[in-house]
């Protein structure tokens, strides 16, 4: 590993235990989000579990999260029998200075559990914070798509919202991606997103979109692990705090 990744997983890992001391308490419904910095999120919570006696029920998002959560010896649970959850942690491609989100391809998951939770917090590494969505986060918003309408809405995207759709590829087979609902994923380029909301509505609105990997105003607090070895947070007030 270079010095350079050493330290963003030093600054993933820092937002993530952070995050969990500051919202986690026993006997909480846990929605576990999916992706690298998710996986510091359930070693800290393992660790209290060992340590303190931690007893909370996870909900996961994706077969990673479902792995991490068994693999940790963490209670599992499922969104239809415990809704709704006190807490949502989960990480992030892009985080506006609004809260607003830009997620990956377990998205559609991800957000079910986050309007299901009555808290949702956001973990990341300092190169995820910017201004406004797209500015740093370049490979576009990810759309889960049905395939059979992947060419019709990839298509509507482009004459109607001006957005540029790339259908994501698998890299150790030939063909597309296929999510853990098993559906494909356009990457939609729309450049700097000052209005992420129209952005959103446009999209789900087409028929064959299931969900959009923008997530609008749902951010209690983001934890942003810095180079420096601290972390800040930031509020849903806007309000934002540096620890050292
Ligand atoms: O589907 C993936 C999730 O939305 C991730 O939370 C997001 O892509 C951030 O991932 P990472 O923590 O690996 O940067």
């Keep these: 590993m270079s010095g350079t990744e050493a330290l963003i997983e030093a600054a993933k890992k820092r937002a993530a235990y952070a995050a969990v001391d500051e919202f986690i308490r026993d006997g909480m419904k846990v929605g576990v989000g999916s992706g690298s910095t998710v996986v510091y999120v359930v070693e800290r919570l393992v660790q209290r579990k060992n340590e303190e006696g931690l007893n909370i029920t996870c909900i996961p998002t994706s077969f990673q999260s479902l792995n991490l959560i068994n693999d940790g010896g963490l209670n599992l649970g499922d969104l239809n029998r415990h809704a709704p959850l006190d807490v949502s942690i989960d990480g992030a491609d892009e985080c506006d200075e609004k809260l607003n989100l830009i997620k ?11 309007f299901n939770s009555k808290l949702f917090v956001v973990v990341a590494d300092y190169r995820k914070e ?72 446009d999209v789900n609105r087409i ?3 299931l969900e959009t990997g923008l997530f609008v105003d749902m951010v209690e607090k983001a934890f942003f692990g810095t180079a420096d070895g601290g972390y800040v947070t930031v509020d849903r007030k806007g309000e934002r705090k540096v620890f050292q």
């Design 104 to 114: 990956g391809a377990a998205l559609t998951l991800e957000k079910i559990n986050v």
């Design 130 to 201: 910017s201004k406004v969505l797209g500015q740093k986060w370049k490979k576009g918003v990810p759309i889960e798509v049905l395939p059979l309408a992947w060419r019709a809405v990839s298509n509507y995207i482009v004459e109607h919202l001006h957005g540029k759709p790339i259908l994501r590829m698998a890299v150790a087979k030939a063909g597309p991606v296929v999510t853990d609902n098993g559906n494909f994923i356009l990457d939609v380029d729309f450049g700097e997103m000052a209005d992420p909301l129209k952005v959103l509505t």
């Design 207 to 209: 028929p064959g979109v």
